[in-house]
Structures are given as C-alpha cells and as structure tokens.
C-alpha cells in the first residue's frame, strides 16, 4: 500500500525540481529548474526573481505542478519515485519560512536581499505520486499532509529538540551521516528534524535520514534518535 509518507519522503530529499507554469502570452506550458526548501508539513518554499519567466507566469495564472524525483540517478528512471505537487503558488514574507529556504540554500542569502527576489510556496491541493511500475496514486492534500498537530510540534518545539539531541546525543549526526548513510566526513551537524526524518549538514552539503516510519511527536523522535546512538 502506497502511503503520504513515501510521497512526502520524496519531497523532502530533493533539493531541487521542475516547476510548470502557464506562459502568460500562449497559454501553453512551460517547465524550469529551481531551487526548492519545504516547511514541517512537506510544503515547497521557492525563492523567485520578479524577472524569471515563471514568475511572471504566475502573475497571471498562479496555478502550477511541481516535480521532484529521485529517479535519474538509476539505471533505470522509470523504476524510480518521483512526486508531482499540484497547487496554488502564493508569495510569502513569513520569517520562518524564509529561514527554511535560507537553511537549505545559503548561498541564496544575498539574492533574497535583493528588491526583485520574493519568497513564495505551493499550497499543495493534490499530489501524484509515482513508486515504480505499477505504483502511483494521487493523494488529496489533506492525505498528502498527514497530521497537522505533529507538524506544527515540530515546528514549535525545534529548537529545544535540537539542542536536547546535541546534549544527549552529541555522536548522533556523524554516527548518522557516516554509518547509516554512507558519507565521508566529521562535522556534520543536525540542521533540522520533522517528524518524517533529519537533515544533515556538512559545509554546504545536506543530506537526508528519514525515519523507517511518520512519527508523532517530539518525544518519539528524541526516543528514536536515542536508539541509533545506543
């Protein structure tokens, strides 16, 4: 059975996507590269610059899908997942979610200081989710979603967490990094933690560990976390 969880796990790992907009003089599609970050629920958060031929696109017609996948890397992408999140893209000026994006890319700091760059964010209305052959399901956005009160603990409690996690489990980002994941390295560090699983940081790399299951709350992720360290 396909679940939320694997279609959110996709998002979460990617960097990066394909956006579709509508061109505003033809009216027919057009698809670019950008850098994406998401918020606690699994929804992206874009930096755009008021010049870009999508973002005056959406100007016009705000609806627009979104791809991210981690497909291409096989030898055979078809067998791959990706993601397609279908929704309203809308700008936005909330700090913490700014900061999210800022976490992801900070090489983009200077660009979103500029008068002609603008945070925004796909408010996710469905998505289409696509595991391997004969595996693909659309999912309504309260489906895709999951629990919106873990999402939002995460959200309130995180920076308590992280530093109950350094306290605690000081070995935990380079036992995480370096054992389960296979990277080189020795200062990794947690940058953030959903209920979906943690981000880590090396320098400008990140990579993602997710959780063999959603969780859902904070007491149950410092508990898992505690189990990787024993």
């Avoid at 070995?171 to 699983?197: E, I, M, P, Y």
């Amino acid at each position: 059975m396909i679940t939320s969880f694997e279609a959110r796990k996709v998002l979460r790992s990617s960097r990066s996507g394909s956006l579709a907009t509508t061109t505003r003089e033809t009216k027919t599609p057009y698809v670019s590269f950008c850098a994406m970050a998401h918020d606690y629920e699994g929804q992206p958060i874009f930096l755009f610059s008021d010049l870009a031929d999508h973002t005056q696109n959406l100007v016009i017609e705000g609806h627009a899908s979104f791809l991210c996948e981690q497909a291409s890397h096989l030898s055979n992408p078809q067998a791959g997942p990706r993601i397609t999140l279908v929704g309203q893209i809308e700008k936005v000026s909330d700090d913490d979610l700014t900061s999210l994006f800022l976490q992801s890319h900070s090489s983009a700091r200077m660009y979103s200081k500029f008068e002609d760059f603008n945070f925004y964010t796909l408010r996710v209305e469905k998505v289409h989710y696509v595991g391997g052959f004969g595996r693909a399901i659309w999912l309504k956005r309260t489906e895709y979603l999951g629990d919106s009160g873990t999402s939002l603990e995460f959200f309130n409690e995180q920076n308590g967490l992280l530093e109950t996690i350094k306290r605690k489990f000081p070995s935990f980002a380079l036992t995480c990094a370096t054992k389960l994941l296979k990277h080189r390295g020795k200062n990794w560090q947690v940058l953030r933690v959903d209920g979906d699983g943690v981000d880590l940081k090396l320098g400008a790399k990140i990579v993602r560990y997710p959780f063999e299951k959603p969780l859902k709350s904070v007491e149950e992720a410092i508990e898992n976390i505690g189990k990787i360290c024993a």
